[in-house]
């Protein structure tokens, strides 16, 4: 499945008003920037026979910033991350803070071991994986024709 972003120009608007700059403004990129967006990780989900594997794009976080934890078969991953930059022994007319933060929550399925749960940060991917429990693992056997 591909994902595509709408552009809502000009261009595509049958009638041109003053009042799609005004909603532009409001509710496009004027006001909100990147930088001010609420922003949440892609993440890729694939089912293996022995466990689940659940990828998170978390670039530019570290891994002390990342919480992970479950509850009642509710895997949840937050972060929080906020950085200050100070310039000393200078006059200061502009300072910028960032701050970040997100949660994802996954209900796991009936077959997920919760108490199997293993986490990794590598380049600016959170890998979980959640091993399957014993009897939901699928049995591969040779039948016999008789």
Known sequence: MALVKFNNSRNLAPVYTPFNDLFDTFFGEGIIGDKALIKVPAVN???TDDKYEID???PGLKKED???SIEENVLS???ESKEEIK???KKVSRREFNYS???RTFTLP???NANSIEAKYVDGVLKIEVAKKEDAKIQA???NIV
């Open 56 to 58: 998170l794009a978390v």
């Open 45 to 47: 989900i694939a089912e």
């Open 87 to 89: 310039e000393e022994n």
């Open 66 to 68: 990342i919480k992970i």
């Open 77 to 79: 991953v937050s972060a």
């Open 110 to 112: 009936e077959a997920a």
């Open 141 to 143: 056997r040779e039948i």
């Open 101 to 103: 933060s997100f949660k």
